[in-house]
């Protein structure tokens, strides 16, 4: 089975609009062993929209459109798809009674072209709409002699979600073959996505029922494993032990095997250790503390910490001896391991984390490119202090930094 | 002139991916008269992208496909798109030679398949790309026997971008009839969408030939104004008319009127004063740094500052009377107050700010909701202090407060 998603509304082909549905619908959809094979996206006109219908139609065997259903003249989708299903449409009495009465409850006087709202394709079930005016359709039909679902969905995020999961999500399970989905997600950090590939596609290719996608993202790689069987319990034993062989090969590298994020086993391991966590951070300006202390809760275990972008602030607030910095600049070995230990030591923290660096793209020279950064982690006992040279803009490798230094927190914490 | 972009990729038919190359395309085409009037994704399946091309190329005068051009079994673009337009595909010699070097550079031996990154349509030109293997193509040619511009580019967006607008672009420029347009955007801070634009629309709804949309994002109100005419002066007079306008209607909530973020704003207020600026904050726990130092050059006026997480950080690096946190609370005026001007002391900078409050979803009490934040700004003379209880959720909270940080920085420096 598969499915083509069609999102509606010329504002979604400007530069500002993305749409984000289409995202869930196709997570949601995978649960039933249902693949997505095209997406689209058409504007507010009906020959257009009529067109991208039919070729929809005549190429996959779910059509979902979303958007389009409002009272405005914009809104064509009902009349795009009746016009590319050969189904007329009917203005329902019971659905237009209650929009007179939701018009009523709010003491307006509803607008003639509201009654659009009531009409429904030949055949359709009507779908209640909690959150809104515009009520969904679901069709159970043919077009062109073969069985096709189509659904009409609301644009908005919150009218659109619960309608799909609560009422054309059910009706899908009951229609199609039975299908179990089992699914994990396995994260790896500081490993480049080749080498992570290239040690786990010779495990991954033996389980040819689970599909493996292994995507690299914000400085870490994930591996979403979806297993398919006819039994729950198949599925998830075969998702369960793929997961063990790649963990097995992988090692301390994964650092997740249920989709959390680096920063939510940062916090993981301190509370787990009863330790706490302060941190004097340059190049990263802030991100290191931001990323911790975007987990709930976190204020359990980060006492928080410095941003020494100016030289004096690393002397004064961290206590970086002047000397070091003068011998070895501001970016070096030495000033990492000062800030680790020096803040460690002023919050009177477990650990200390110190980080330093050129996110450019000035103030590189010859011997200090830009994407040098040295991340310096230390317990008061031993110091970790890591060198690396990052690639990429001033984003990336604030990000990488920020990335690298909550793993070798983590590792710490091992 | 329409337009057509096809992302290609399976991997942007799960729920992980979205394609995002797309909206930089369209705001790229917008501004030579071009609309984009349909979207496409399509996975890596020759007969689907072969059958999208050709719906493509049928229903609109430029095709923009994206991605697909590596070197593996899964790159179908160039393969798909030849079979659509019917234009053979040639071995380049040179682009070949410049693989083979690439890869010699790298002293690694080229697998195989990458010869194939150096095919090329018959009659297109060849587009370097410097930040990756694949080069992408440029085709001004027919199908169906109506002329077409058809670009096939790489998918990771610092591969596309540069080439897009370096190499597409001037081509386009040149081809098509000269029509200008005007862009401006505006940045309202701190103004509700409903408010901005009730008080927006009486003047824009009169320019009939500037398109204006009005966007609520990440705490701001941007309205994008793109106005058409058959000269630039005249273009450019219109848009310039309908900015100054809005611009004494909204007064100073407008913080920007060439695109810039408010942080970039604050820079460019800090640096024309010759001030610095350090910050002790503790709900937005870094995200205030972390969006100050975004901006490269920052290190110019911003010192650095504290993340004052734990209440005795704020005793021990900003200085906060412990008195003041015992009678008021962490999250009071005084203590706002107290955080800014003990952290411009110690820093010794221009401007101190201070941030406290309660990002949620723990830590409310009766008289301290969730959302609640106090924030202070203090140039050693005047300390602004301004309570605001947001709502949202953790990050909605946090970012709302460092935007209303950000802003009174810039107030107080206007």
Redesign the interface.
């Known amino acids: 089975m598969n499915a083509e998603i069609i999102a509606i509304g010329s ?6 609009h ?1 749409d ?1 549905n289409s ?2 619908i ?2 949601k959809l ?1 649960t039933l062993g249902v ?9 507010d ?1 009906r020959a ?1 929209l009529v ?2 219908a039919r ?1 929809a139609l005549a ?1 996959t065997d779910i059509v979902i459109f979303m958007g389009g259903l409002g009272p405005t003249e914009d809104d064509l989708t009902r009349e795009s798809v009746s016009e590319a299903m050969r189904l007329p449409l009917k203005r329902d009495p019971d659905l237009l009674a209650d929009l007179y009465a939701r018009f009523a409850a709010r003491r307006i006087k509803m607008p003639e072209n509201n009654q659009r709202q009531a009409d429904v394709l030949d055949g359709a079930a009507s779908l209640p709409n909690a959150k809104g005016t515009a009520p969904g359709q679901w069709i159970d039909g043919q077009y062109e002699g073969r069985d096709k679902f189509v659904m009409l969905l609301p644009g908005p995020p919150y009218e659109l979600k619960p309608m799909f999961e609560e009422q054309c999500l059910p009706r899908l399970r009951e229609k199609l073959p039975p299908l179990f989905i089992a699914t994990r997600t396995l994260k790896v950090a500081m490993m480049g996505e080749g080498e992570c590939d290239s040690r786990s596609a010779p495990i991954y290719r033996k389980y040819e029922r689970v599909q493996t ?1 292994v ?1 690299f ?1 914000h400085g870490e790689v ?1 591996l ?1 494993l979806r297993g398919r069987a006819s039994t729950a319990l198949e599925a998830q034993d075969m998702v369960e032990k793929l997961a063990e062989e790649l963990e097995d090969e992988l090692g301390d590298h994964v650092f997740s095997t249920a989709g959390e994020s680096l920063e939510q086993i940062v916090g993981y391991f301190l509370q787990m250790r009863t330790a706490t966590l ?2 004097a951070e340059s190049c ?11 987990i ?4 359990r275990y ?9 030289d ?2 690393k002397k ?2 961290v206590g970086v001896p002047p000397m070091l910095i003068k011998e070895h600049g501001a970016v070096s070995k030495p000033v990492a391991q000062a800030l680790a230990e020096g803040i460690r030591r ?3 923290s477990t650990l200390g984390v110190g980080i330093t660096g050129i996110a ?4 590189a020279t010859d011997e200090k490119p830009v994407g040098l950064v040295f991340i310096a982690v230390t317990d008061g006992r031993v110091t970790d202090v890591v060198e690396r040279q990052f690639p ?4 990336r490798i ?1 990000w990488f930094a920020s990335q690298l230094a909550l793993d070798m927190v983590r590792r710490k914490l091992l």
């Open positions: 504002e979604l082909l400007t530069p500002f993305q984000t995202l869930f196709t997570e995978n693949e997505v094979t095209f997406k689209s996206v058409v504007g006109s257009n067109s991208v070729i190429r996608t995507l993202k994930q979403h302060a941190v990263t300006g802030g991100l290191f503390s931001q990323r911790i202390t975007s709930p809760g976190s204020s980060f006492l928080g910490g410095v941003v020494s972008y100016d004096e602030i004064l607030l002023k919050c009177n450019g793209p000035g103030g990429g803009d001033r984003e604030r």
